[in-house]
């Protein structure tokens, strides 16, 4: 009977991992792997044969002008996204969790609504507020200085920095959630004891929101870096057709979908994807290292 019940449970519970495996081998190991296989050949994407060309697409890159632009933009944009992301994230999750503020619950909502938004919408919405002509930011300037004001935003060779706000705005809401959730999960008594000690609120977030909610704060930081370069291209492409002047805003996302879907050079944009997820996995691995802490039990 009870090898019976034991293997029951190991049934039931392969009946709930064996879908999750296969789903994800076949989305994401399989074309993980064949990418790396693509990028040892010459192929454009539509033609029948593979011509083996061994590690030439790599040699490529190497003297690509366009790669080194494409790495430091992702760069400006990983570090300005978990900046830009984690300060005002903190700072909201404890003033809807601790300050006791009316509606917080109608604020996580606001907060939350960007994520929901197509990106698509995200980027063409945020071209008219960046518009020299018609765009907000330029109108706002002109009306408060009295004088014609006209900046280029998005053509100009700093423009990565404008795509900041824009990539800011569209997701800290699920950072602001995650961090929340974290929060909320930490016992009141601490929080009481605090009080009764004398500590001030800063002292509390150091020493009791902080390291309590550090799991939190380091899956939203990783989160950041993946989903930053690994899906910037959909909001630099809209936002500044492919890469803007001369470059300015490609990222290896982009250049990827360049090379593969406009130029039909699909195993060089291959060779671009091996890149990617090599620079992820050793961000993440590094970020993991650097981020960990000794976990706190609460008795």
Do not use: C
């Amino acid at each position: 009977m009870k090898l019976g019940s034991k293997s029951q449970r190991k049934l039931f519970v392969a009946s709930f991992v064996l879908p999750t495996l296969i789903l994800y081998g076949v989305f994401l190991v399989y074309p993980m792997l064949k990418g790396i296989y693509l990028s040892l050949f010459d192929w454009s994407g539509g033609s029948e044969t593979y011509n083996f060309i061994g590690l030439d697409n790599y040699k490529a890159m190497i003297h690509d002008e366009v790669i080194p632009k494409s790495i430091r933009n992702d760069v400006i944009l990983v570090f300005g996204k978990v900046i830009g992301f984690m300060i005002p994230s903190l700072l909201l999750a404890v003033a809807l969790t601790r300050f006791r503020i009316k509606g917080a619950g109608f604020y996580r909502s606001v907060f939350f609504i960007p994520n929901v938004i197509s990106v698509v919408v995200v980027g063409v919405l945020w071209r008219f507020i960046y518009n020299p002509n018609i765009g907000f930011i330029n109108s706002f300037v002109s009306s408060v200085t009295g004088k014609p004001f006209q900046v280029a935003w998005l053509g100009e060779k700093w423009s990565i920095f404008a795509l900041l706000p824009t990539s800011i705005w569209a997701g800290i809401g699920f950072s602001i959630i995650l961090l929340i959730a974290g929060i909320l999960s930490i016992p009141e008594s601490l929080y009481e004891s605090a009080n009764i000690d004398g500590a001030q609120q800063w002292q509390q977030f150091w020493h009791i929101t902080l390291p309590l909610a550090w799991e939190q704060v380091q899956t939203s930081v990783i989160w950041i870096v993946t989903t930053t370069l690994s899906g910037s291209f959909i909001i630099v492409s809209i936002m500044t057709f492919e890469g803007g002047v001369d470059n300015a805003t490609q990222v290896m996302s982009s250049y990827l979908y360049a090379q593969a879907f406009h130029y039909g050079n699909f195993s060089y944009g291959a060779t671009i994807g091996v890149l990617i997820l090599i620079i992820a996995l050793i961000t993440t691995i590094t970020l993991q290292r650097l981020m960990k802490r000794d976990s706190i039990e609460l008795t």
